[in-house]
């Protein structure tokens, strides 16, 4: 059984930075297909980042020159960076694993077959 656990949220002013973390067990592949998601209050649950197996990366353009995903693929361990973060990115963020193989870098929540807890970055003004 997959499971994620997420780490390093926090609340930070506006243009500040964050760097979340996600450690993962239950499953084989070294470079799995992964992504991070965010949900804000009242809003549907959103796309960030995606990683595919050969560590190619996709953004939602909301985040794109800000957001940075990678992995250690030794720790399993999933990261994203955060810069420049504004009030908007508030949201918990979550952390996903694809066993899906007909989605490549998608940032659809139906391609994610499994999810961490969330951790909170909330951003102040």
């Known amino acids: 059984q997959v499971q994620l656990a997420e780490s390093g949220g926090d609340s930070v002013q506006s243009g500040g930075s964050l760097s979340l973390s996600c450690v993962g067990s239950?499953?084989?592949?070294?470079?799995?297909?992964m992504a991070w998601f965010r949900e804000a209050p009242g809003k549907e649950r959103e796309g960030v980042a995606a990683?595919?197996?050969?560590?190619?990366?996709r953004y939602a353009d909301s985040v794109k020159g800000r957001f940075t995903i990678s992995r250690d693929a030794a720790k399993n361990t999933l990261y994203l960076q955060m810069n420049q973060l504004k009030p908007e990115d508030s949201a918990m963020y979550y952390c996903?694993?694809?066993?899906?193989?007909?989605?490549?870098?998608?940032?659809?929540?139906?391609?994610?077959?499994?999810w961490g807890q969330g951790t909170q970055v909330t951003v102040s003004s």
């Open positions: 996903a694993f694809s066993t899906r193989k007909d989605y490549y870098l998608s940032l659809l929540r139906r391609a994610y077959d499994y």
């Open positions: 990683i595919a197996n050969g560590d190619t990366v």
């Open positions: 239950g499953f084989s592949e070294t470079r799995p297909r």
